[in-house]
């Protein structure tokens, strides 16, 4: 069982920054970690998505403002969001896939103010 706690959100004007946060715990055999989004009214999508050995690969709406980064000794992952638009208000939630089942965070709510 693998818990995950998220935190960092909030409200930020647009070209502000906010640094996310996702602890997991319950294994040390985590290998993809990840960030999703979901907007009201739209489906959840892939942010960001880092392995342990830290290959990265981002959605193309947030390359070059978004940063994805791990501390693998402390199973936690960051977003780094700069340069953050109105388009990015949602709720991001810290992704874990492992032994063919999803985990996933209480979620974050992001809001960018135009």
């Known amino acids: 069982q693998v818990r995950l706690v998220e935190s960092g959100g909030g409200l930020v004007q647009a070209g502000g920054s906010l640094r996310l946060s996702c602890a997991a715990s319950?294994?040390?055999?985590?290998?993809?970690m990840a960030w999703y989004r979901q907007a009201p009214g739209k489906q959840r999508e892939l942010v960001a998505v880092?392995?342990?050995?830290?290959?990265?690969n981002y959605a193309d709406s947030v390359k070059g403002r978004f940063t994805i980064s791990r501390d693998n000794a402390k199973n936690t992952v960051y977003l780094q969001m700069n340069s953050l638009k109105f388009e990015d208000t949602a709720a991001y939630y810290c992704?874990?896939?492992?032994?063919?089942?999803?985990?996933w965070g209480q979620g974050t709510q992001v809001t960018v103010s135009s």
């Open positions: 992704n874990v896939p492992l032994l063919g089942y999803n985990y």
């Open positions: 319950g294994s040390n055999s985590i290998n993809r």
């Open positions: 880092i392995t342990r050995g830290g290959s990265t």
